[in-house]
Every structure is written in C-alpha cells, then in structure tokens.
C-alpha cells in the first residue's frame, strides 16, 4: 500500500502565500512523478503542477509564475509554493503520484486532499 498525506492548506488574503507539502510513503520501488491537481465547486478536477523524477516541470498555464512545485531531498516529498493567490485558485488541491511498488506493478496514486481558500 502507498500513501500519500498532504499539509499546508487554509484561509489566506489575495495576494498572499502558501506552500503545500505531500509525503509519499508505504511500499514504494519507484516514484516515475508527482504533482499537484485542484477541484473548485462545479468544477473538473484539473492539473496545477508536475514534475518527473527526472525535475522536468509542467505548469498550468493560470499558475505560471506564481506557482512552484519542487522535490525534497528524500524524494519522496513534493512541494507547491503558492505566491500572488487570486480567489480563483480557491479549490481542494490534490497530491497525486506515478508511483512502481515493484519493477512491473504501476498505479496512479491521490491523497485525500487540501482545501485552499482565497477570500479577504
């Protein structure tokens, strides 16, 4: 079993700050690449950030230079750093990973989600 477990989310003013933080653990051969997506009411969910094992990124293009989604040393760890929020980036946000719990089984991993609330 793997495990994704997400922290950081709350209540911040437009223009504000918030990093994000999601740890990956339990039976882990591999992580192929970890990201970011985000649902807002009525909405689909949609992609924010990515990035590969390799450090190659993709970005959404409503976060771009805003946003920036980085591993830690461990690798195991990935973190959004949120700047200039805009209440349109209010939504639940979630950890998502690629992850090989051994050298052929590969699956598509979520956590349970982080609200991100942009109001003043």
């Known amino acids: 079993q793997v495990q994704l477990v997400e922290s950081g989310g709350g209540l911040v003013q437009p223009g504000g700050s918030l990093r994000l933080s999601c740890a990956a653990s339990?039976?882990?051969?591999?992580?192929?690449?970890m990201g970011w997506y985000r649902q807002a009411p009525g909405k689909q969910r949609e992609l924010v950030a990515r990035?590969?094992?390799?450090?190659?990124?993709d970005y959404a293009d409503s976060v771009k230079g805003r946003f920036t989604i980085s591993r830690g040393d461990a690798k195991n760890t990935v973190y959004l750093q949120m700047n200039s929020l805009e209440p349109e980036d209010t939504a639940v946000y979630y950890c998502?990973?690629?992850?090989?719990?051994?050298?052929?089984?590969?699956?598509?991993?979520w956590g349970q989600g982080t609200q991100v609330t942009v109001a003043s």
């Open positions: 339990g039976r882990i051969f591999s992580i192929v690449a």
């Open positions: 998502n990973a690629y992850i090989y719990t051994t050298v052929r089984d590969f699956s598509d991993y």
């Open positions: 990035i590969t094992n390799g450090g190659s990124t």
